[in-house]
């Protein structure tokens, strides 16, 4: 299958209410695999799952993916299963991170952004694991060896039977997650290179009146907006 083909496919538009600890997947998502085939979470249940939202833009995934790709060679023979979901709508743009940073487990793609919105994603990367009946246990925003060893330690709990203890999440602070129309898997002002707002304070107050959007102007290089949108 072509490129060209792949970028024509697309989701059908679904309403959602984003899932809490404990809580089961959202009805009705759906994804592709990135030769077209459908893809369903529902499908990993009986595996220890850890679903990581990217960008292709996002820096911090140029990180993630390899610790991620190591994570489950290292435990995939005990049941852990690794996808990275993107939101990204131009499929080339995810064939080129994927040449930069290739992967062995699956990626797949909701271009309609309606996964965002039904796992409630504020920040990229936005990490979640799921227990082996489908339920969100765990949320880990942002990236770097931190939260990539408290998701392997929360993985291992798993994986060994163990419940994982309330405080293993890991939330970017409120300030920085992204709210409003612009959301955080969102290229437009958040990925674009003028959006870069590091400086002294009235460089930074000139730029925000260059921007359209207040609310993009505003991340000053954290996960709500700045730079690629990423903390």
């Not at 249940?45 to 993630?64: E, Q």
């Not at 790709?69 to 290292?74: T, V």
């Not at 925003?141 to 939260?147: A, L, R």
């Not at 039977?161 to 002002?189: F, H």
């Amino acid at each position: 299958m072509t490129r060209r083909l792949l970028a024509a496919l697309y989701l059908l538009p679904l309403a959602f209410a984003p899932p809490v600890r404990g809580g089961g997947l959202p009805a009705g998502l759906r994804m592709t695999a990135m030769d077209g085939s459908p893809f369903s979470l529902e499908s990993l249940k009986g595996s220890v799952v850890v679903l990581d939202f990217w960008a292709p833009w996002c820096v911090p995934c140029r990180t993630s993916f390899p610790y991620l790709d190591s994570l489950q060679e290292r435990y995939g023979e005990k049941g852990l299963k690794v996808v990275g979901l993107t939101l990204e709508d131009d499929p080339e743009a995810v064939f080129a991170f994927l040449d930069d940073v290739p992967v062995r487990f699956p990626v797949v793609r909701d271009p309609s952004g309606r996964a965002g919105d039904a796992f409630g994603v504020v920040a990229m990367p936005t990490t979640f694991l799921l227990d082996r009946q489908g339920r969100v246990v765990a949320r880990f925003e942002g990236g770097g060896k931190e939260v990539h060893a408290r998701i392997e330690a929360a993985a291992a709990k798993l994986l060994a039977g163990e419940p994982v203890p309330a405080g293993t999440d890991v939330r970017v602070a409120p300030g920085l997650q992204a709210r409003g129309a612009v959301k955080a898997w969102q290229r437009g002002y958040l990925a674009d290179p003028i959006m870069d707002l590091d400086g002294d304070p009235l460089t930074r107050i000139l730029r925000e009146h260059v921007h359209a959007s207040k609310e993009a102007a505003a991340g000053d290089g954290g996960a709500a907006g700045g730079g690629c949108g990423c903390n």
